[in-house]
């Protein structure tokens, strides 16, 4: 009998830690407007690194350190990497970004599914939507988004880390501005 009250009591406990740590997620990601944070990107084995902001709903401005001078835009619409010799426009909504980017849904779909605890230092909360699959990783003592990992239809693996994260910064008004095609170089 005792042993089942132990099991019970840490059944419980277990589940309200858990619950706890959604909760706080749920807080946190809702009194945010805007971040900026140094970036790590693996795609398929390679790396890139970087600078993000990213303003909800749907915008984000990343410049790319590499030599192509790469940056990825979007105003909310339209997503655009821009590189010294190529220009490439695509629907958000046809991108994973579409849905990382969209707060709203985010909460929406962390509210709904089961966080993983891994190594007790990262929350995970896992889903599929519109034929990817997408993995959100949080810091379990600050609560914040450092990372996540999509993959497309087409098995394509992606994943970024997120570093040197500030919230509700001072934004240039113009940053998710989308470049033009002419402007290479």
Do not use: H
């Amino acid at each position: 009998m005792k042993k089942f009250f132990i099991l019970f009591f840490s059944i419980i406990l277990t589940t309200e830690v858990a619950a706890s740590f959604k909760k706080n997620i749920i807080l946190n990601l809702k009194s945010i407007e805007n971040l900026n944070f140094n970036f790590e990107q693996n795609i398929n084995g390679e790396i890139e690194d970087g600078n993000c902001t990213i303003e909800y709903p749907k915008k984000i401005f990343c410049k790319y350190n590499q030599d192509d001078k790469k940056v990825l835009i979007s105003n909310g619409r339209s997503l655009v990497i821009k590189t010294l010799d190529n220009y490439y426009l695509y629907p958000l909504e046809k991108t994973s970004l579409n849905l990382i980017l969209d707060k709203k849904f985010l909460l929406d779909k962390i509210k709904k599914i089961e966080e993983r605890i891994i190594n007790n230092k990262f929350i995970n909360f896992k889903f599929f939507e519109n034929e990817n699959e997408i993995n959100l990783f949080f810091d379990k003592d600050t609560f914040n988004l450092i990372g996540w990992q999509t993959q497309d239809i087409y098995q394509n693996l992606s994943i970024t880390y997120l570093s040197y994260i500030k919230k509700n910064i001072k934004i240039k008004k113009n940053l998710f501005r989308l470049p033009k095609k002419d402007n290479l170089n």
